[in-house]
């Protein structure tokens, strides 16, 4: 062990990241041994959804300089496309239960949820930034974030009017016996949530890190005409992260079918916590958001089972607006100021 | 008015308009609104209930652009701080017994209170990231008000008592106006002063603003507790006009309402915003009651105008009164009381 | 001819502030264009390099039109520009930052070699290849921007004011840098305010005054002539 390394890791462990994280994990052990390890369980399931969530928010803040709020939309695109895609599969299923579809339709059901998310991404694009952009970029964070608030309203009244204000929601995607674990009993609906979260957002991340393309859409949010003069087609990258952003909410929508039913304003919560996860961990940064999303998850999971249903916006949002007075570019954020600070 | 050598050869009667922060246009649109009770299709009752709406979102809409058009930044949470002021000034008539009047100004200090912390803690922040802890703000704010059944009953809602002890709603719509109108009037009174300079050096750019000796702490704090505290006042008429008050009040849909309100109105104007909520939000209302077969058509109509508008027009409404419409006014009453152009 | 400017009217807005300039590069060889503040030098190379829409006149390279073209098209053509920003990607390595400058080069060997080809004209590149492009120094940026810019293997460099911001010491450096990378047989087109030290390196001169070319010819002319000396060197 060098001498080094430990230098390093007290310096990590005194920053506000190293605080914030050994503090969660510290809670998150107390509260398990407190009152059982379910509440480990969700805040684990939440958390993995909402890193997905989260991180599509943070690319198009951090690529577009769009502050979105109307991401939980593309999540409720994600839930209600699951529900209509998976509704005949489970009918199929119930049918033929042996059937190799009875593992494979959700996935089908999932993997529509994202493609409708990243094609409902484009068309926004398409038909309410890309004219804002060519018309003029005065302004450009203030007018696309009432863009976004516009097309919120739009997308959730839309719903209301075409597919009815009622719960559309499944009984479950997997059925089966719970899997146990340390005697826990987690769904396989919830385990299979956890699953998809983890493998989307290592993908992901491998992704931004290691891709020729991943690097352009970092090189992108990091200096725009640097971007243009290597030569990057900054149209095309745009609808790229247009359409993975919205398409990893709506992955969350579609997974999370079996716990939110999908009804217009289905998106609102999503949205709030992942707002939250953004601000409390900084802007561009995938690992931050992620880590970020946990500790919301975890502080939502707490409150729940300590305050009372409920509280779970008021704790949370008071404790952040804590962090956010001592550090207001967030826990993982840097301090240098970057153009959402205009 | 543009210039002080302007103002010395004002007659008495523009001097008094200008006084009064209003053009011959304005005050004609301000006499059209206090007849509008007496013509006929609008004397009905559900037609002045949808007016007193019309007022209240128009005079919110006024407070939201003190803060949104001058110092740039979007209080999210303004209708939480509404909110806050109503049922501030609900329990106080409840609990205490005191006079609804008295209560609603309380109700707008205590806002203004609340708009003086969001203005601390969010001074070290910039744009979005302001905008995003006042909405916070206000989620914690609705939450507490659903959650604190025992004062607040929660979501079943608290019943308020009205500020007139009568039935007709014509009282209560000449009061929206007046406060509206009053409202205005501060807004302008301060944004013309050297204070409003200050607000849009603030708003443009924050260092350049500091770097020449302008404090933003005490404008930024100071703005926001004007427009917090106007927005209490407000809440405490609506917790006394309509008679029971829900945390549906706080709620983030009726700030995009004021919001939408405000930009389609075009920031930074104050009176744009309260003109074009008349005739926008009655329409919707409209819509809304005679269309109920089709849910939430009117919100997207809403949706749509606000994208539009963003879109082709961020100027909003009085950015195109003053390019389109006032030159030719102008130029039209000139030629037709001088006879020439 | 490599690079053929005719008749180019560019400028931001309403404000135009390229009237009529024409020149033209040949293969191989090293232009400066001086002139003082404000007379058009940037936005001559912005308009070239496609960051700024021309409002008129004609852009050749290769024989081929390109007035007009966005900025990422332009690149392909190969032209790359080193502008005076730098516009480096901060919070990415030095050698991440190197490999987006090869972007247009889909062959992942290609690119690998061009890397080896950058960090073997610039040494000191290497020492520091894992070092974020934010926390590096002056000079050292501008290095790291000049070795992006030649990443793509262009055939025309644009360098825009490479002295800006940096201390006489590094200014030589960056100097000496041009002057390897023109041996490499790239050709270089540079913009800068000390006008001594253009004249005395490059082949060839252009004089821009108020958005127009008021003078072009050899260097060693241009030091020498008298206008020159009197109103850009003081003499």
Redesign the interface.
Known sequence: MSNKMVVNFTSWIKSAAGISITISILVAVFAAINSGPYLIVNTVVTGGMLALVATGLTLMLGVLNIAMFAHGEFFMIGSLTAYYVFTPISEFISENPESFVAVIGPLIAIVCAAIMGAISGVVAEKLVFGPLRKRSTDNWVMNSFLLTVGLSVLLVNLHQLIFGADFKGIVGYWSGMPISIADVFISRDRAMAFVISVVIVAMFWFFMTYTRTGMSIRAVSQDITGAQIVGIDIEKIVLLTISLACALSAVAGGSLLFMYPSYPTVGLEPLYLAWFVVILSGLGNILGAVAGAFMVALLKAITVEYIGAGWDFVIPSALIMLVLIFKPSGIFGSDVRGALDK | MDTTTAHQQMNPFDKLLDKLCLTPAGLLGLILLFALPYIPPFNQEYMLRWLIYCGFIAAMSVGFDLTAGYI?I?NFGYAAVSGFGGYTSALLVINLGLSPWIAMAAGGMTAGVLGLMIGM?SL??????A???S???G??I???A??MVWLTRGPSGLRTPRLFETDSNVPFYFLIIILLYLIYLACKWVVRSKMGLAFQAIGQNMDAARTSGINPVYYRVFNFTMSCAIAGVLGGYYAHFYGILTPDIMH??KT?EV??IA?IGGRGSLWGGAVIAFPFIFIMEIIRSSLSN????N??I???V??LV???Y?GGFSYFYDTNIRKVKNKALRYFFNGRA | MLLEVKNLDAGYGYLQILRSVSLNIDKGEYVGIVGPNGAGKSTTMKTIAGLIPPMGGSILFNGEDITGLVTSQITKKGISFVSEEMNLFVNMSVRENLLMGAYIIKDKKVRNDRLDFVFDLFPRLTERKDQLAGTMSGGERKMLAIGRGMMSDPKLLLVDEPSFGLAPQLTANVFESLDVLIKTGVTIMLVEQNVTKTLSVTDRGYILENGKIGMEGASCDLADDPYVRKVFLGV
């Open positions: 740039s979007v803690i070290r922040l910039r744009g979005i990231f905008a995003c802890l909405w916070f703000f989620l914690a609705m939450g507490l659903t959650k983030t849909g995009v919001l939408a930009y089709l849910p939430g058509l919100l997207i809403y949706a749509l606000l994208i963003m879109i082709y961020p």
